[in-house]
T-cell receptor
Framework: GENVEQHPSTLSVQEGDSAVIKCTYS??????FPWYKQELGKRPQLIIDIRSNVGEKKDQRIAVTLNKTAKHFSLHITETQPEDSAVYFC??????????FGTGTRLKVLA | NAGVTQTPKFQVLKTGQSMTLQCAQDMNHNSMYWYRQDPGMGLRLIYY???????DKGEVPNGYNVSRLNKREFSLRLESAAPSQTSVYFCASSLEGVGGELFFGEGSRLTVL
């Protein structure tokens, strides 16, 4: 079955710097790759997603890139702000209704 | 709209006790999911229901049962709770299922002593 690995597990950046979180997946049939943000004590919420027919997608300060050949995808956050501090989860789905999540990255933005 | 509602939010059980986590969504979504969240292990899929009347196992189904009561409701039952089932449980729903956004409930924190 699908396996998703996520790195790093923790990431600290200075406010205003960029943050990059990377995920790799095992199932070459995976075709949908969402990213979820979970603030402390709250529910995960979708922040951006990408499908396998697209290489990159941007939404203001966040972007996701996908390399199907290497089976990895990354989340990029530019000009980080304190409110970006949270746990970020990547996920992969091969169209079987199963969404398999990575183990999460705790991002700390230092003021 | 309330979105996805889970009850209870907190529960403490003794080993061997049973309980049911309730989940309901008011968004007319077709697919529903149960995940558990443990430190350092992310969100792991327990069971899912692609549509009313169907349920399937996820990554970690052992020790759990589910019921898709109708389109709105999807319950998770622990028949004989074990300390290893101490976790935060999230219910989620999706309109499309395949390649659609998951909407999560607020979570239910379960402690098994």
């Amino acid at each position: 079955g699908e396996n998703v690995e996520q790195h790093p597990s923790t990431l600290s950046v200075q406010e205003g710097d960029s943050a990059v979180i990377k995920c790799t997946y095992s199932d070459s049939a995976s075709n949908y790759f969402p990213w979820y943000k979970q603030e402390l004590g709250k529910r995960p919420q979708l922040i951006i997603d990408i499908r396998s027919n697209v290489g990159e997608k941007k939404d203001q300060r966040i972007a996701v890139t996908l390399n199907k050949t290497a089976k990895h995808f990354s989340l990029h956050i530019t000009e980080t702000q304190p409110e970006d501090s949270a746990v970020y989860f990547c996920a992969a789905s091969s169209g079987t209704y199963k969404y398999i999540f990575g183990t999460g990255t705790r991002l700390k933005v230092l003021a | 709209n309330a979105g996805v509602t889970q009850t209870p939010k907190f529960q403490v059980l003794k080993t061997g006790q049973s309980m049911t986590l309730q989940c309901a969504q008011d968004m007319n979504h077709n697919s529903m999911y149960w995940y558990r969240q443990d430190p350092g292990m992310g969100l792991r899929l327990i069971y899912y229901s692609a549509s009313e009347g169907t349920t399937d196992k996820g990554e970690v189904p052992n020790g759990y049962n589910v019921s898709r009561l109708n389109k709105r409701e999807f319950s998770l039952r622990l028949e004989s709770a074990a300390p290893s089932q101490t976790s935060v449980y999230f219910c989620a729903s999706s309109l499309e299922g395949v390649g659609g956004e998951l909407f999560f409930g607020e979570g239910s924190r379960l402690t098994v002593l």
